[in-house]
């Protein structure tokens, strides 16, 4: 956090290198989020585009208060869900992402990795919003249950309740590919 607040710092007095670094230690993270939040990557990575624009807009004024992580994985959330509303778009639709292999891994094994991330994606695009956005804000966003409530302004009963009957259905969903 030290890191952040120094980087927050420099940035608001005009360093551009210090922006470019916030962005490039937190690009691919948010990338990762609006896709998994809207399924669509051109649209994942407007919403990233815009978070970080308005950030650094903003950024003579910005305070950091507590982590800087979770403050934009929180403006990423809000802009997804903006970019919903706006553009309507559909749960089922989502795009392809590639599954990053060790250099060890053959092309059997990189395939095997793709079925099962495509297998993923399509059960987690079949849950309910709130139950998909809870799971992506704890499983990939990596937040506390305190802090998606916090973001969501929910109880932590409720996003922990979110996130239960989120896996489940994802185990049951997951569970019957499986057997077929």
């Given at each position: 956090m030290l890191s952040d607040?120094?980087?927050?710092l ?5 360093c551009?290198?210090?922006m470019r670094?916030?962005?490039d230690?937190?690009k691919d993270?948010?990338?990762?989020l609006?896709?998994?939040l809207l399924y669509d990557i051109?649209?994942a ?5 815009d978070v970080?624009?308005?950030?650094a807009?903003?950024?003579e004024d910005?305070q ?5 992580k ?7 959330r809000?802009q ?17 992402i ?7 891994d ?8 793709k079925?099962a991330?495509s ?6 695009a ?9 799971v992506v804000?704890?499983?990939?966003a ?10 969501l302004?929910i109880?932590?009963?409720t996003a ?5 009957y ?15």
């Amino acid at each position: 956090m030290l890191s952040d607040k120094r980087l927050v710092l420099q940035a608001r007095r005009g360093c551009r290198e210090s922006m470019r670094e916030i962005y490039d230690k937190y690009k691919d993270y948010l990338l990762t989020l609006a896709n998994a939040l809207l399924y669509d990557i051109a649209s994942a990575e407007d919403v990233v585009h815009d978070v970080f624009v308005s950030f650094a807009e903003s950024i003579e004024d910005f305070q950091l208060r507590t982590n800087l992580k979770a403050y934009l994985a929180k403006c990423v959330r809000n802009q997804a869900l903006n970019s919903i509303r706006n553009r309507k778009i559909h749960a089922d639709k989502y795009s392809e992402i590639y599954v990053e292999s060790c250099c060890s891994d053959g092309p059997v094994q990189v395939q095997i990795k793709k079925e099962a991330s495509s297998q993923l994606r399509q059960a987690l695009a079949k849950l309910p919003f709130d139950q998909r956005e809870v799971v992506v804000l704890h499983i990939k966003a990596d937040l506390s249950f305190r802090q998606i409530a916090a973001m969501l302004d929910i109880s932590i009963n409720t996003a922990q309740g979110r996130y239960r009957y989120g896996i489940e259905k994802l185990r049951s969903m997951l569970n019957r590919e499986v057997k077929k």
